[in-house]
């Protein structure tokens, strides 16, 4: 389904309206009109966007009529230059995957839910006529395996909401562990035939995330080279088994809405790892998205990345 409906090979475009400073110069020029061009150029059929709440909500919960005209101007680059999108919430009033930005309470607070549920409603309102386009993803990378009972129940009620005004939208849906492939599997039965689940991938983390600030589950200070781990098509074959039976079991697809190298990896290195996840990726026709376009340590668009792309990008 995904890969007919032009949702296969993507890159993410972090730091554009998520993780960032949110000034105007960052909103106007982090992305322009040229990074669509290039993003088509490789072949790629989507983008991913992430957009934290706080460019479309003010602090009472009001909308920010520029902030979604700066989504529906993203939409339409992506339409002009043949590239569909998914509209991925990176962080709620109440929620973030980074505990340094300090949202709190989303998960037990039946106030913050229902302007969850507000918000998607109103961008289902706005862009949910173009399914064929334009895809949503409703909350990135929940972190606690606590969260989940609750997370099954708030994601079915937000996509029950959503569908009034978007029917034929694909969903994606992530659980616990930022997204972890081996969480799926906690994931409720899907709420219909037009949702998808959705999992991340920086594995195996002491090589994607050496030299990390925020990666305390490792060994900052260690170094690897590509051939001093075991990363093998079996190994992420292993990872992923237990998200592909149960997307087999209710018939649904599955995508990898992040996955990718930190910049601290030499680029020949960076480029075996993509090609082992590709393979399998294509084995079991699991759709995905890079992270990211530009930055955030991860760009795959920046210079250090000239001499292996034009390889890098037949792994994508």
Known sequence: MLKSRGFYRGINLGGWFSQCDYSKDRLDRFITEPDFAKIAAWGLDHVRIPI??????????????????????????????????????????????????????????????????????????????????????????????????????????????????????????????????????????????????????????????????????????????????DITAEYFEELFSSAIEKARRHGVDIYCGEYGVIDRVEPEDAVKWFKVIHDVFEKHNIARAAWSYREMDFGLSDSRMDAVRDELIKYL
């Open 52 to 229: 934290d709440y706080n460019i479309l909500e003010n602090e009472d919960g009001s909308y920010k009529e520029d902030g979604f005209r700066r989504i529906e101007g993203a939409l339409e680059l992506a339409e002009k230059y043949g590239l569909h999108a998914i509209v991925d919430l990176h962080k709620t009033a109440g929620f973030s995957f980074d505990a340094d930005e300090r949202e709190a309470g989303f998960f037990d607070n039946a106030e913050l839910q229902e302007r969850f549920c507000l918000l998607w409603e109103e961008l289902a309102k706005r862009f949910g006529s173009a399914p064929d386009r334009v895809a949503f993803e409703l909350l990135n990378e929940v972190t606690d395996q606590q969260f989940i009972d609750a997370w099954n129940r708030i994601s079915h009620a937000c996509i029950r909401r959503i569908r009034a005004y978007a029917p034929d939208t694909l969903i994606l849906v992530g659980s616990y562990w930022n997204n972890s492939p081996e969480a799926v599997k906690d994931l409720a039965a899907p709420y219909d035939d037009k949702v998808v689940y959705n999992f991340h991938c920086y594995s195996p983390l002491e090589f994607t995330h050496q030299g990390a600030t925020w990666a305390v589950e490792i060994d900052r200070d260690a170094r690897y080279r590509f051939e001093d781990i």
